[in-house]
């Protein structure tokens, strides 16, 4: 459960004390997301391993790199109706984007690793 929990407090962070900076570059968002001490550590895991988990998932592209102040996650939508959604999720709503989390959220409490 103690996983879970931190989890959970990196996800907090994130939410709510993360500052977030998003630019449209050639068909694609470049979300620049940063904060200070412990909010930059959960803003480097989450963007790293959602990343990761949805990259490729119904088209869309994700790219993230650690940055100095935390992390930058590129989204490659696949078409242009997906860029309106896109625009319309922002950095937030694309973090949420998955059907993953609550098995996520259970192998974390239960001592496994979702990131494998």
């Known amino acids: 459960i103690e996983a879970l929990r931190q989890h959970l407090i990196d996800m907090n962070n994130v939410t709510l004390a993360a ?14 997301v940063s904060g200070d001490g412990p ?4 803003v480097r ?16 592209k994700f790219a993230a790199a650690a940055s100095n102040t ?8 696949p078409n242009q ?3 309106v959604k896109l625009r ?10 998955g059907m ?3 098995q996520h959220h259970w192998m974390l409490a239960t ?4 990131h494998q």
């Not at 909010?39 to 959960?42: I, L, N, P």
């Not at 935390?70 to 939508?77: C, E, I, K, N, Q």
């Not at 001592?111 to 979702?114: A, E, N």
């Open 39 to 42: 909010v930059r550590e959960s």
């Open 45 to 60: 895991r989450m963007v790293m391993a959602h990343a990761a988990t949805m990259n490729g998932v119904d088209g869309w």
């Open 70 to 77: 935390g992390a930058t996650l590129t989204v490659s939508p």
């Open 19 to 32: 500052a977030v900076e998003a630019v449209e570059v050639e068909g694609d968002i470049r979300f620049s």
């Open 111 to 114: 001592g496994m690793d979702p």
């Open 100 to 102: 993953h989390h609550q």
């Open 81 to 83: 109706a997906s860029m």
């Open 88 to 97: 319309a999720l922002g950095f937030i709503g694309v973090m949420a984007r």
